[in-house]
């Protein structure tokens, strides 16, 4: 004979609106995408594209930095939204990617219009201090084979929560 309490709580459970695993990690606001596994926060957007409350989407064109550019980058972030914008870790940026989306190979609802290209991270390759890594949002992958003087696509993050966040 079933257990009539064990029939009751696999009904209930089987009545909760399913979350998927992007729902449960991100919580979006506006341009900045809340990673409450990882602790950070990211830009929504690719640098050079805006965010568009009204369409929900990001738009324009990313721009392609090296990283003497992103450091300019970096400061034009912090004036405007705040202090503690960075290049993500590779593990952070790794985290990103969806082996079931795309390409581009990350959650198109929370980061719309990702180019599926690298991007780059802020850590040197560790067999080859010159290089330093990128993820690539086409295939998935990380690559450690890029100089600083290249110019590859950039997505900031900060740690949260941040005491400057707006």
Same mark, same amino acid.
């Given at each position: ?21 992007? %729902? #449960? ?11 409450? +596994? ?6 929504? /957007? @690719? ?28 400061? %034009? #972030? ?11 870790? +590779? ?6 990617? /969806? @082996? ?67």
């Amino acid at each position: 004979m079933r257990n009539p309490f064990i029939q009751l709580a696999a009904a209930m459970i089987a009545s909760l609106p399913m979350v998927s695993m992007a %729902q #449960a990690q991100y919580y979006t606001r506006g341009h900045f995408v809340q990673d409450l +596994r990882l602790g950070v926060e990211w830009m929504r /957007c @690719t640098a050079g594209q805006r965010w568009s409350e009204a369409e929900k989407t990001c738009q324009g064109d990313g721009v392609r930095l090296n990283h003497a550019e992103i450091a300019t980058a970096i400061e %034009q #972030a912090n004036a405007q939204l705040g202090a503690g914008w960075r290049l993500p870790s +590779r593990d952070e940026l790794d985290a990103l990617v /969806c @082996t079931t989306c795309g390409p581009p190979r990350i959650d198109n609802e929370v980061f719309p219009n990702t180019m599926a290209e690298p991007y780059w991270t802020g850590d040197r390759n560790f067999w080859s201090s010159n290089n330093y890594w990128t993820v690539s949002f086409m295939t998935g992958d990380h690559y450690g084979r890029f100089f600083a003087e290249q110019r590859m696509m950039v997505r900031l993050v900060r740690d949260y929560p941040s005491s400057s966040a707006p």
